[in-house]
């Protein structure tokens, strides 16, 4: 099966049983928290010059760029590169 068969039967799936479906990308509480990954790059290595990271659904790398982006300042350039490459 294709990823958005797979997506679209999970949530059938939850709607038909009363659940709740939680999308593991594009739900921001769930960006918000994948982007604690930052934090732990941050404590491994404190001067981050680049992050490489792989994009299934984008939820994971939107969370971390954000932290990037808003907590540690990191602009220009190296951002604007970063941001249409994943978009």
Same mark, same amino acid.
């Given at each position: 099966?294709?990823?958005? $068969? $797979?997506? !679209?039967?999970? #949530? #059938?799936?939850?709607?038909?049983?009363?659940l =709740?479906? *939680? %999308? @593991?990308?594009?739900?921001a509480? *769930? +960006?918000?928290?994948?982007? $604690? =990954?930052?934090l732990?790059? +941050?404590?491994?290595?404190?001067?981050v010059?680049? *992050?490489? &990271?792989?994009?299934? &659904?984008?939820? /994971? /790398?939107s969370?971390? %760029?954000t932290?990037?982006?808003i907590?540690? &300042? !990191? $602009?220009?350039e @190296? /951002?604007?590169?970063f !941001?249409m490459? =994943? %978009?």
């Amino acid at each position: 099966l294709d990823c958005l $068969t $797979t997506e !679209l039967y999970a #949530k #059938k799936y939850a709607a038909d049983n009363d659940l =709740i479906w *939680v %999308s @593991p990308y594009n739900d921001a509480q *769930v +960006i918000g928290g994948q982007g $604690t =990954i930052a934090l732990e790059i +941050i404590e491994e290595i404190s001067d981050v010059d680049y *992050v490489f &990271g792989c994009i299934g &659904g984008g939820g /994971m /790398m939107s969370g971390i %760029s954000t932290y990037f982006f808003i907590w540690e &300042g !990191l $602009t220009g350039e @190296p /951002m604007r590169k970063f !941001l249409m490459e =994943i %978009s």
